[in-house]
């Protein structure tokens, strides 16, 4: 029996020195970081900033894959599905938390399939509709959306996306349920909005802040507690009329459950310098947006953020009622 034991303690040992020597010289080869939406859209534009970033720092190429559908959900799997190898990583929103509620059945289990990272940035939501569509301020947004319930239709990325969860708020807010279009990331919903094939949106600065200052969408009202810089004739939700309608949306590196902790602590320090690169923070700030703290860019805050996060959603989801299959 002792000698089970101390076989079982060598091999433990050896697993160790085997995770390590997976860490040293890492990364050796390019790392692939998982978009769980289309390209071009909000959260591609954040990963393909810090993406560069990270690359410089690690000496390795980054590339970025993008895998949309069931808001969100998909680009998880497929990377708590993954080698825990660090090549492997995902870079995710909001939706990690409210999917583990919206969904009934998700292929992974949110809170035990991966490692963490850190967070990346908070990136506030604005409310838009086409061009051409009618009502011009928030009052006359809630009227007209009020009156024409059954022919409004409201583009999301799918039940798990921030796009999905602002527009449910907005629907909660106004007592008023709609017709919901998905898409497998608001890069192409912002297209149809453009295309006026659909009528209103909810997405991140990081997707809408550029079209707001051209004038190509119409814009109510901005999630943050305070007009934001790049937008200041933008009113917040509160401002113009919708009393505590405030959604930030932050967003997190992880990796597969088993990534060595040397690993996501490399990757942690990486990001950490990502988010004081000139570019980065120049860029960000374009958008409307700005980068985690550097305490936050850890996987203790980020594993911290989740799980408050989810606590924090599960009973307004559990109150709209809407989940999915
Ligand atoms: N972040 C967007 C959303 O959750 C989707 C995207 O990044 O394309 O709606």
Known sequence: MK????????????????????????PERPITVVVPFSAGGPTDTVTRLIA??????????IVVENVGGAGGTLGAGRVADAEPDGYTLLLHHIGMATSATLYRKLAYDTLNAFEYVGLVTEVPMTILARKDFEPTDMKGLIDY???????????????????????????????????????????????????????????????????????????????????????????????????????????????????PSEITERLSKS????????????????????????????????????ENEIDRWKPVIDAAGQYAD
């Open 3 to 26: 000698r089970f034991f101390t076989s079982l303690a060598a091999g433990a040992a050896l697993l160790g020195l085997a995770a390590q020597a997976g860490a040293q010289g890492y």
């Open 52 to 61: 560069e970033a990270m690359s410089k720092d690690l000496g390795q190429q």
């Open 145 to 259: 959306v009020k009156a024409n319930k059954d022919k409004v239709t409201v583009a999301n990325a799918g039940i798990g996306a921030a796009s999905h969860l602002c527009g449910m708020l907005f629907m909660s807010a106004l007592e008023t349920p709609l017709v919901t279009v998905p898409y497998k990331g608001t890069g192409p919903a912002m297209t149809d909005l453009l295309g006026g094939q659909v009528d209103i949106m909810c997405d991140q600065t990081t997707n809408t802040t550029k079209q707001i200052q051209a004038g190509t969408v119409k814009a109510y009202a901005v999630t943050s507690p305070a007009r934001l810089d790049v937008l200041p004739d933008l009113p917040t939700a509160e401002e113009a009329g919708l009393a505590g309608f405030q959604v930030g949306i932050w967003h997190g590196v992880y990796a597969p459950k088993g990534t």
């Open 271 to 306: 990001l950490q310098l990502a988010l004081k690169d000139e570019n980065v923070m120049a860029r960000f700030a374009e958008l409307g947006t700005e980068p985690s703290s550097q305490e936050d860019a850890t996987p203790a805050a980020l594993k911290a953020k989740l």
